[in-house]
T-cell receptor, first 114, second 115 residues
Framework: AQSVTQPDIHITVSEGASLELRCNYSYGATPYLFWYVQSPGQGLQLLLKYFSGDTLVQGIKGFEAEFKRSQSSFNLRKPSVHWSDAAEYFCAVASFYNNNDMRFGAGTRLTVKP | EAQVTQNPRYLITVTGKKLTVTCSQNMNHEYMSWYRQDPGLGLRQIYYSMNVEVTDKGDVPEGYKVSRKEKRNFPLILESPSPNQTSLYFC??????????????FGPGTRLTVT
């Protein structure tokens, strides 16, 4: 069964600093990979997704993620964090063979220091 | 405005009292789904629906029911709520009947407390 691990429960960065949120997945083939963001009191919003092709994908709000098959990772990055980026971030993986089977990681809460 | 709406947003109830959380989308999406979010566990799927009159269990369906009588609505029913169903619930929809092809749009969430 596929699974998603986000090793960091909580990360604090200073405004303007770079950010990397880690995501590792366990799956037998190339899955479909997603990053969602949840602002306080809001639902989830899709930041970016990877299905195939270029392993570096660009998303909204200046985020990008890189798929590394050899490491089973799909880490999210942003070169310069803004205070408005404070939120919870979820990595998710969907099965190529069972397209309803979408699994979410436990989430990483991002705090941004002024 | 394209959106997924849920009602109520907050609900406190007692054990055993039947309740329904409504979910409606105005995007003519085929696929709808319910998730629950618990600290440290992320989102877990309860039920999903690929189209009208087609529903199926997700990872944690016990204690829940759903129906899909019309395309836009996908209510979540708790016939006899218990305290372990205290959680934050999200409804989501996507254009096609598949998760991978379409972005999922999430509702704002319903915070349920069962005492």
């Amino acid at each position: 069964a596929q699974s998603v691990t986000q090793p960091d429960i909580h990360i604090t960065v200073s405004e303007g600093a770079s950010l990397e949120l880690r995501c590792n997945y366990s799956y037998g083939a190339t899955p479909y990979l997603f990053w969602y963001v949840q602002s306080p009191g809001q639902g989830l919003q899709l930041l970016l997704k990877y299905f195939s092709g270029d392993t570096l994908v660009q998303g909204i709000k200046g985020f990008e993620a890189e798929f590394k098959r050899s490491q089973s990772s799909f880490n999210l990055r942003k070169p310069s964090v803004h205070w408005s980026d404070a939120a919870e971030y979820f990595c998710a993986v969907a099965s190529f063979y069972n397209n309803n089977d979408m699994r979410f990681g436990a989430g990483t809460r991002l705090t941004v220091k002024p | 405005e394209a959106q997924v709406t849920q009602n109520p947003r907050y609900l406190i109830t007692v054990t055993g009292k039947k309740l329904t959380v409504t979910c409606s989308q105005n995007m003519n999406h085929e696929y709808m789904s319910w998730y629950r979010q618990d600290p440290g566990l992320g989102l877990r799927q309860i039920y999903y629906s690929m189209n009208v009159e087609v529903t199926d269990k997700g990872d944690v369906p016990e204690g829940y029911k759903v129906s899909r009588k019309e395309k836009r609505n996908f209510p979540l029913i708790l016939e006899s709520p218990s305290p372990n169903q205290t959680s934050l619930y999200f409804c989501a929809s996507s254009l096609y009947g598949t998760v991978r092809e379409g972005e999922q749009y999430f509702g704002p969430g319903t915070r349920l407390t069962v005492t």
